[in-house]
């Protein structure tokens, strides 16, 4: 029997996706799954005929791969990932590959490469993004962990990715051990913001212009055509179409409450971690808390009315204005998360090419969008650039886009209308151009209840500072430090 090229664990959905994806690309695909009877049903069914060899325990797996072994794990990320690492181990050998393709929290990532290279193997933790359809027909990865691993598993995963339009793929290296997820992680918070900036301006537009499901399909068909061209815009022209049997939208039948599964709390967390303010996720993030209270809400409703707002008498330039924010808080969430990822690149020693992620996330991904180009080209000018807005073009454009946009948070504040994520893009971008913020008054209450010590203006930086506030103090301050 010809051995395989690449093993893979875990036949749902994105398995399974993942191995016709590879075996249509010319690869031999071993596969295994805890239960063995998704193996059978899957070689006999939806892979019948092809090359993908089943097999029914990992020693058979393991038996079955061309040398250095590689295999991916595409099971649930948390203890499952340690289980099956610890169950492989004793059928591979030095320099095998063991690959974690699912949504790994990177410190997990992190510590599974130090323990696997210890065993004398090496390890990739990597990001795949595109969904079901995005793994069958290219998704975006991005891999990192062992470097060692690289060439072994880059004709593999170049093969299989998303490629843009000049044919350079969605998928080269990350980093060393957690840098991969991380990126992933990151792109995930960013789909958070993303999704949440489109639901706000969806309320704006059903709840304050009274617009319905089928004007606002034709609003996103055509912010599909600018600047906000991308796969999330054109599937909510998509839904806003869609029908239920009845005729009437399906979108007004759906229940109210989002789900999640924690990779936009990691990210706020990690932004906490850094130091970093990652204001528009955690909204995003805690909008979805707040829809979960679906109970809470309709009581809260009983209670507390919004107040009463004539819509605007330009309705066409009022939505514009709504492109406009949407645009400019999209380049501010995309700031803040590259903020994130190159000050967590400092803390974990990590090389990451900033202008590289923009192009992974270009095609294949769910925030896949051409926005992602102006973010390569320029990262391309200035890979040191500290934040994507001092970019010259991002620079430009927002100054252009924030008139608009301050009309819209003001016109959702006085029409009661909750917009988090537009509303809070927006005060990151005032304090961030401040030179002058309150922090000063802030310090002095620091100081005066805890001895924390300040800053002077007129002294150096990085020289400390204690008033007796009361006269009752004495001369004793607290240790300074910085987050």
């Known amino acids: 029997m010809n051995q395989a090229d690449i093993g893979l664990v875990g036949l749902a959905v994105m398995g399974e996706n993942l191995v016709m994806n590879m075996e249509s690309k010319g690869f031999t695909v071993a596969v295994f799954n805890r239960t063995v009877e998704k193996v059978t049903r899957f070689v006999e069914g939806r892979a019948r005929g092809k090359n993908v060899v089943g097999t029914t325990s990992l020693a058979e797996l393991a038996a079955s791969l061309k040398r250095p072994r590689k295999i991916m794990l595409m099971v649930k990320a948390g203890e499952a990932v340690d289980q099956m690492i610890e169950a492989l181990l004793p059928h591979l050998e030095p320099g095998d590959i063991l690959i974690d393709g699912g949504n790994s929290h990177f410190p997990d990532t992190i510590r599974r490469t130090a323990y696997v290279e210890s065993k004398g193997l090496l390890y990739v933790g990597t990001g795949v993004s595109g969904g079901e359809e995005g ?4 998704p975006s990865m991005m891999p990192g962990g062992s470097p060692a691993a ?3 598993v880059k004709p593999i995963f170049q093969a299989i990715c998303a490629h843009v339009e000049d044919g350079s793929p969605c998928c080269d290296w990350v980093g060393e051990n957690g840098a991969g997820h991380f990126v992933k992680m990151v792109h995930n918070g960013i789909e958070y913001g993303d999704m949440q900036l489109i639901c706000e301006a969806y309320m704006l537009m059903r709840d304050y212009l009274g617009m319905s ?14 600047e906000l061209d991308s796969y999330l815009i054109g599937i909510t022209r998509d839904i806003l179409a869609y029908r239920d049997e009845d005729g009437a939208p399906i979108v007004d039948k759906i229940l109210d409450t989002a789900g999640q599964k924690g990779t936009g709390k990691w990210t706020g967390i990690a932004a906490l971690d850094e130091g970093v303010p990652l204001t528009l996720i955690g909204e995003a993030v805690f909008a979805r808390c707040l829809s979960a209270m679906k109970d809470e809400r309709v009581a809260a409703s009983r209670v507390f009315s919004g107040p009463a707002a004539e819509p605007p008498a330009d309705r066409e330039a009022f939505l514009e204005d709504l492109r406009r924010a949407l645009y400019a808080s999209k380049i501010v969430s995309y700031a803040q998360g590259y903020t994130l990822m ?17 192009l992974m996330w270009r095609g294949g991904c769910i925030i896949r969008s051409v926005f992602l180009g102006r973010i ?18 991002f620079s430009e454009t927002v100054k252009g886009l924030v008139p608009g946009w301050r009309r819209v948070v003001a016109a959702a504040v006085a029409a009661g209308i909750p917009m988090p994520a537009f509303s809070s893009a927006l005060a990151y971008f005032d304090g961030w151009r401040s030179e002058h913020l309150p922090a000063n008054l802030l310090q002095a209450q620091r100081d005066y209840f805890g001895a924390h010590t300040y800053e ?9 500072f204690h008033t007796n506030w009361t006269g009752r103090g004495g001369d004793t301050s607290a240790s300074t430090y910085v987050v």
């Open 135 to 138: 793994a069958l027909k290219g």
């Open 150 to 152: 690289w060439p072994f």
């Open 213 to 226: 499901a089928d004007e606002m399909h034709e609003v996103f068909a055509r912010w599909n055509e600018t």
């Open 342 to 358: 190159r000050a967590a690149a400092k803390t974990y020693g990590w090389n990451l090419n900033y202008g590289g992620i923009a």
């Open 376 to 393: 390569k080209e320029a990262y391309d000018r200035d890979p040191a650039l500290s934040n994507l807005l001092l970019d010259p073009y």
């Open 456 to 464: 002077r203006l007129d002294a150096p930086r990085g020289q400390f």
